[in-house]
């Protein structure tokens, strides 16, 4: 919703009457934060039992807030219709397995899914750290510890270092947000605990170039090291519409380490990383466009909101139902060479 600031007095009391009402569902410290000038996202319960994920900002019209609602219940790995290798992820006892995209892909739903996952086959002790708390996991086979950034840890960071003393064997991050996080989540990954993480990054090149750019110089040869050896998986997905417009599907982009990749990785050689995805599928891994082209031909996704997400969009053109996308490419398509003209001197 969006609350206008308009010169009315009638538009005044509503405005007065709606940031009333904000600052009602808003703790102390999250008012304070607010009225600092900091925008706010956290969760929330209404008093019939819905949950949400809310945000709440300014903005020159006015201040505005929008309600997210999260499902009571968890979505499961199935039910997602993610790839046989994410549910594959889950058996790892050590090590890292990143998800990545953009803002609003549907990466804290698969984590969650991944955990509870984890907790209907496994009995571990999981720590999970979310910045905010969305889905609410009962333990099942195994114990699940859930804290809120800002609520029950001061950082991500400090929230890693102090579940690495509760003998975890399973720790999710919501956010790989800064250096001191992903160094944390590096120790804890190297020292025998199964990391489960997340980064705004779009292709399985550009997470692992983050995070060796994100710590210092002088940790690069350690970064390396470390996501050559405890680097499980990345997955990166976008949310694509489904051909009834009725809802969305998640597509991704995986990567599974192996030999090949650790040693690009080492070498600093990163940008050759597609070709092995392109060629591992039979490990499970795939680049986006193969998943797009697959989820086209199973018309599982519309393929014009494929097209908008495909890296090589001309092998999309003859799916397209919306022509006037492909006079947008063409626009953008170089010009042909002229031809040399034939001179006598």
Do not use: W
């Not at 929330?44 to 006015?62: A, L, P, Q």
């Amino acid at each position: 919703m969006e609350l206008p600031e308009e010169h009315s007095l009638g538009a005044h009391r509503r405005v007065s009457e709606a940031r009333h009402t904000i600052s009602e569902i808003l703790t102390r410290s999250q008012n304070e934060h607010f009225a600092k000038g900091n925008d706010l996202d956290f969760s929330y319960v209404s008093s019939e039992g819905g949950r949400f994920r809310v945000n709440v900002y300014r903005k020159d019209t006015g201040i505005g807030a929008t309600f997210r609602s999260i499902p009571s219940e968890v979505p499961t790995l199935e039910k997602l219709a993610l790839p046989p290798i994410v549910t594959k992820l889950c058996d790892f006892h050590q090590g890292m397995v990143l998800v990545t995209g953009s803002t609003g892909t549907g990466k804290s739903t698969t984590l969650a899914a991944m955990i509870d996952h984890l907790n209907q086959t496994r009995r571990l002790n999981i720590i999970s750290l979310e910045d905010p708390i969305e889905f609410v996991h009962a333990s099942k086979n195994s114990q699940v510890i859930q804290r809120e950034l800002g609520t029950h840890i001061p950082s991500f960071a400090e929230g890693v270092r102090a579940a690495m003393r509760e003998d975890p064997d399973v720790i999710l991050v919501g956010e790989l947000r800064d250096a001191d996080t992903i160094s944390m989540a590096m120790t804890a990954a190297e020292t025998g605990h199964l990391v489960l993480g997340t980064l705004h990054t779009t292709s399985a090149v550009k997470t692992i170039d983050r995070v060796i750019d994100a710590l210092p110089v002088e940790q690069r040869e350690q970064t390396k090291s470390f996501l050559a050896q405890s680097l499980l998986a990345v997955v990166t997905q976008v949310l694509v519409r489904t051909p009834e417009g009725h809802g969305r599907r998640a597509i991704c982009e995986l990567l599974m380490m192996t030999k090949a990749i650790a040693k690009l990785i080492q070498t600093e050689q990163t940008h050759q990383i597609p070709s092995q995805l392109q060629m591992g599928r039979d490990l499970g891994m795939q680049l986006l466009d193969q998943a797009l082209l697959a989820a086209i031909t199973a018309r599982t996704v519309d393929p014009d909101d494929a097209y908008t997400y495909a890296l090589e969009k001309r092998a999309f053109q003859k799916y397209v139902t919306d022509t006037t996308m492909l006079s947008k490419l063409d626009s953008l398509a170089p010009a042909a060479p002229v031809p040399p003209t034939n001179s006598t001197d």
